[in-house]
């Protein structure tokens, strides 16, 4: 399809979203939730609201996400070697380019969620007009700016008011428009004639780190969408956040919610136990299948030993609460300030007998025995999402 702007510019334009299985700064970032919905899902919700559009495109190694982006979306594949951290973006846009044909690109990015479908369409306008050959996402700062100690943008001898100031133009990773030759043949991602798009404070959130995706769920209600019938249990914990007293000790039931049956930890679980603890929040075990098992297990998760609990399969669940609450008590946290975290609906028990806070693992259920819950009962999808919600208690 070809689309002609007010020029009479005759362009394809594709859209692409690189996006990586993991990342080495917030473990699995891309799919973590943002307002019911996995964070890369709000970008290709944007993208696809652009008629002028040909094609929007997933760029990754894997597609096993695809089920959790919007339909629509195409999956291109890439080699794994473009995942290595040590790969630049223009070497990523450039296997793009030359695996799929279009005279203009837009590279978008999962990590900036609150970028608008106008936003990008006035981008898109820009070009097909043909008054630019490119467009880039920025914001405007009038502020005094200084730069390898001197000023940018004012003249110390003669200060003027910040509303009269020159603004700081300061590009916001949100989006980047382009022409083919010039990945291609120049190694730009933008043209000799740019168009800047400014965006606001919120719009402009790219999100590399905890510290900024914490700041961004403060904004998920402008996302709009709200949770809807086919939202998960999961999706269904962001109702009961606000629910939620400050957390300062989880205790994990082994089995299920960090180590398999065979005493395999599961994928992301040592990452965010760690960051968990690096955040402040003293993190426990209990296990129902064996002092060695769980040893093993607590070894390749570096939990203290003193941290494992192997009562028996048999033990009621009042001794088992017992034991739970007393990890509180020796943790100096109050039972309910902790939080209990298992596969097991009925483990919410267990919890409610030792006065702690209990969550549904609902990332260590298998697929086809994953239990019917109460509408009380938060449940989260991965620890990833877990550990968001205890950190965000304490704030």
């Given at each position: ?253 082994l089995e299920g919610a960090l180590a398999g049956p065979e005493g395999k930890v599961l994928e992301y679980v040592g990452q965010w136990l760690n960051i968990l603890a690096n955040e402040g929040k003293t ?113």
């Amino acid at each position: 399809t070809c689309y002609s702007g007010k020029g009479g510019l005759n362009v394809q334009i594709t859209a692409l979203v690189p996006l990586k299985r993991d990342s080495r700064r917030l473990p699995n970032k891309n799919f973590l939730k943002m307002a019911g919905k996995p964070l890369a899902y709000h970008i290709f919700n944007s993208l696809l609201k652009l008629e002028s559009v040909d094609r929007v495109c997933a760029f990754s190694s894997s597609d096993e996400f695809m089920d959790k982006i919007p339909p629509g979306v195409e999956y291109i594949k890439r080699d794994p070697k473009l995942d290595l951290d040590s790969v630049r973006g223009l070497e990523l846009l450039k296997a793009f380019v030359e695996t799929v044909p279009s005279d203009f690109y837009i590279l978008a990015h999962a990590t900036s969620p609150f970028t608008t479908a106008a936003s990008l369409q006035m981008g898109v306008d820009g070009i097909l007009s043909g008054e630019y050959d490119s467009a880039l996402s920025v914001s405007e700062i009038k502020k005094y700016f200084w730069y390898d100690s001197k000023p940018v943008n004012y003249d110390i001898n003669d200060i003027v008011q910040t509303q009269y100031i020159q603004p700081a133009v300061i590009e916001t990773s949100g989006f980047y428009m382009f022409a083919k030759d010039d990945i291609l043949k120049r190694s730009r991602r933008i043209g000799d004639h740019p168009l800047f798009v400014p965006t606001g404070i919120i719009e402009g959130i790219d999100i590399d780190d905890l510290d900024e995706f914490l700041f961004a769920r403060r904004f998920q209600d402008l996302l709009g969408g709200g949770q809807d019938e086919a939202e998960t249990s999961n999706q269904r914990s962001n109702n009961n956040a606000g629910k939620t007293s400050d957390i300062r000790f989880i205790l994990f039931e082994l089995e299920g919610a960090l180590a398999g049956p065979e005493g395999k930890v599961l994928e992301y679980v040592g990452q965010w136990l760690n960051i968990l603890a690096n955040e402040g929040k003293t993190i426990g075990a209990m296990s129902r299948m064996g002092e060695a098992w769980a040893a093993d297990a607590l070894r390749e998760l570096n939990i203290s030993g003193d941290s494992a609990l192997s009562p028996g399969k048999e033990m009621a669940d009042a001794a088992v609460a017992g034991c739970a609450r007393q990890y509180c008590l020796d943790a100096g946290v109050s039972p309910h300030q902790s939080a209990y975290v298992s596969t097991s609906p009925q483990s919410s028990r267990v919890a409610e007998l030792a006065g702690m806070q209990f969550f549904h693992a609902g990332w260590g259920c298998h697929p086809n025995n994953c239990p019917n819950l109460n509408e009380d009962v938060v449940s989260f999808e991965s620890i990833g999402d877990a550990a968001i919600h205890f950190l965000e208690s304490g704030r």
